[in-house]
Each structure stands twice: as C-alpha cells, then as structure tokens.
C-alpha cells in the first residue's frame, strides 16, 4: 500500500468555486503534514502545514486533518485562475525520523 | 543570496559524463535533502545529512554519489548515468529533523533538469 495516496486530478472548477484536494495515509502514528503547491516547472513550496485534527485556515486556504479516519485535505475558497498547479501532500511518519513523504500530486486547474 | 540555491539548473550529460550538482543554503537549517522528481511520480527522497551526517540513503543506485561539506552545501555527485534518470532533481533544507516542532519544514531550490542521452 502507498504511504501517502493523493487522486492524480486533473481536479477542474470554476472561478470562484471551492476546490478541494484529498490525501489519504497509511500509518496512524504520523504526525505532521503539510500541503506543497509546485507551479509548471517551478519548485515546491509551502503553502499549509497542520499537526493536529480539526481545521486551520489561512487565507482562502484551510486544511483538515482528521487522524483517525487517515485522511487531510485542503480546501481553496474563491478558487482563481492563479491556483492552477499540482499541490503536494507530504506526511512525516513519526517511525520514519522526521522525513516528509510524498503523495503524487493533484493537479488543479481552475477555469475563468 | 536567500533561500536555497541549485546550479546547474539544466544539464545534459551522456552516459559516461561525470558531472555534479551543487546546492546551497543560507537559512541557517542544519538539514539537507536531494529528491527524485519524475513525471506523474511523487517525490521520491534520495539521501538525507543532518548537521552534515548522512541519515538516510534510500536505496539509491551508487552511480549517484552525494556530499556534503558542511551544513550549507550539498553536492551530487553523477556518473555513468542511465537514460531512465533523466528528471527534476530538488535539494531541499529545514532546521532539523524533528517532526513535532514544524523542524522539518521543508524550504526547496529550483531544481535541476538533468537529461541523460
């Protein structure tokens, strides 16, 4: 089983709708996680990291974490054409000393 | 400078080349990383250094062959390369390596596109 499963996408909604990306884990002694945003030929980078169940918000941006179920997700509020990229699921396995793993990304294009 | 830094960011080389791939930080983080980014893959991690110690290799063939000076550099090393590791090559920092402080917070370079013929 993978460690960390996100669904490949492409994910399409239109300007101004919700977009929601899930992510699916394997182990339940994980505990951080964090939502990457890569641009076409651009690096990774940081866009949420959580540690506990519940919500977080940030912007338009909140994640979910609910650690019994094994799942996170990130929902983008007002969805704009400028959120069109793969976003990144990492988990740190508490077993796995620290290091992030990574689902395959979900690619999200946001359509005007 | 800021941030984290990778050059070359574009490299061809044939199979026989033996060529690096340098990366540099200037966060102050103690830990450095090389991934694997291939097409419609997720990231795989290829080797780790803490406070310039390898803390983890993750079964990576021995013609890829990393370094690491100090807590700011991070070189991999490339030779007699196969085509089928052509890829986005990302090195990555965070402070450290501790999971429940927001430690490992990973801050990524640009990347190097490394094409094998």
């Known amino acids: 089983q993978k460690e960390v499963e996100q669904n490949s996408g492409p994910l399409s909604v239109p300007e101004g709708a919700i977009a929601s990306l899930n992510c699916t884990y394997s182990d339940r002694v994980s505990q951080s996680f964090f939502w990457y945003r890569q641009y076409s030929g651009k690096s990774p980078e940081l866009i949420m990291s959580?540690?506990?169940?519940g919500d977080k918000e940030d912007g338009r941006f909140t994640a979910q974490l609910n650690k019994a179920s094994q799942y996170v997700s990130l929902l983008i509020r007002d969805s704009q054409p400028s959120d069109s990229a793969t976003y990144l699921c990492a988990v740190a396995f508490y077993n796995q000393g620290g290091k992030l793993i990574f689902g395959q990304g979900t690619e999200l294009s946001v359509k005007p | 400078e800021t941030g984290v830094t990778q050059t070359p960011r574009h490299l061809v080389m044939g199979m026989t080349n033996k060529k690096s791939l340098k990366c540099e930080q200037h966060?102050?983080?103690?830990?450095m990383y090389w991934y694997k980014q291939s097409a419609k893959k997720p990231l795989e991690l290829m080797f780790v250094?803490?406070?310039?110690?390898?803390?983890e290799n993750n079964s990576v063939p021995s013609r890829f062959s990393p370094e690491c000076p100090n807590s700011s550099h991070l070189f991999l090393h490339l030779h007699t390369l196969q085509p089928e590791d052509s890829a986005l090559y990302l090195c990555?920092?965070?402070?450290?390596?501790?999971?429940?402080?927001?430690?490992?917070?990973?801050?990524f370079g640009a990347g190097s596109r490394l094409t094998v013929l």
């Open positions: 250094y803490n406070f310039k110690e390898q803390t």
């Open positions: 966060l102050g983080h103690n830990a």
């Open positions: 990555a920092s965070s402070l450290g390596l501790a999971s429940d402080s927001g430690a490992n917070v990973l801050t």
């Open positions: 959580i540690y506990s169940n």
